[in-house]
T-cell receptor, first 114, second 112 residues
Framework: DAKTTQPPSMDCAEGRAANLPCNHSTISGNEYVYWYRQIHSQGPQYIIHGLKNNETNEMASLIITEDRKSSTLILPHATLRDTAVYYCIVFRFPNAGNNRKLIWGLGTSLAVNP | GAGVSQSPSNKVTEKGKDVELRCDPISGHTALYWYRQSLGQGLEFLIYFQGNSAPDKSGLPSDRFSAERTGGSVSTLTIQRTQQEDSAVYLC??????????FGPGTRLLVL
């Protein structure tokens, strides 16, 4: 599975958009980009995922570059409750065997400030 | 509906003792994962169950670690002869198909 690179930390003002970048330059054609977040002392929470088209749901938007080597998670109006560690993960649909594990890095610690 | 639940929420044990950690997945989810997370670190994959297929045990760090999933539902992670380096948060996730995962709150294990 491809590795991802994220900045270790970011700050955002409450009410502003938070744009979290992720590099996945070795991504292959059948690998999806997933985003999760982990609020302190809780289990990770699924946010959004995509293959090559931009995606939007009630939580966030995901912008994937045309070459798929990077993506950006956008929280359009960040609140204090969005303070968390955000993980970008590249995930390959299994084409053989049961290899469905995700490889997690250290993520981006987002601090939303009042 | 009910999410993934894990028990106990916290466990303190002495070095050398065995521990069992339980995961109750979301009803109907065929896939179940175990991870551990050491302080300040990302998630480390341990084991994956999918339906009746043989589990993917490739992430288990040693033969002291084992896991079962009975009846395709509840799973138990067992750590034998615990060591201090086993101290971590153990997270369970379930998935309807194996891709998008829904996590439980974790079990915080402290080995003294």
């Amino acid at each position: 599975d491809a590795k991802t690179t994220q900045p270790p930390s970011m700050d955002c003002a409450e009410g502003r958009a938070a744009n979290l970048p992720c590099n996945h330059s070795t991504i292959s054609g059948n690998e999806y980009v997933y985003w999760y977040r982990q609020i302190h002392s809780q289990g990770p929470q699924y946010i959004i995922h995509g293959l090559k088209n931009n995606e939007t749901n009630e939580m966030a938007s995901l912008i994937i570059t045309e070459d798929r080597k990077s993506s950006t998670l956008i929280l359009p109006h960040a609140t204090l409750r969005d303070t968390a560690v955000y993980y970008c993960i590249v995930f390959r649909f299994p084409n053989a065997g049961n290899n469905r594990k995700l490889i997690w890095g250290l993520g981006t610690s987002l601090a939303v400030n009042p | 509906g009910a999410g993934v639940s894990q028990s106990p929420s916290n466990k303190v044990t002495e070095k050398g003792k065995d521990v069992e950690l339980r995961c109750d997945p979301i009803s109907g989810h065929t896939a179940l994962y175990w991870y551990r997370q050491s302080l300040g670190q990302g998630l480390e994959f341990l084991i994956y169950f999918q339906g009746n297929s043989a589990p993917d045990k490739s992430g288990l760090p040693s033969d002291r670690f084992s896991a079962e999933r009975t009846g395709g539902s509840v799973s138990t992670l067992t750590i034998q002869r615990t060591q201090q380096e086993d101290s971590a948060v153990y997270l369970c996730a379930s998935s309807p198909t194996g891709e998008t995962q829904y996590f439980g709150p974790g079990t915080r294990l402290l080995v003294l």
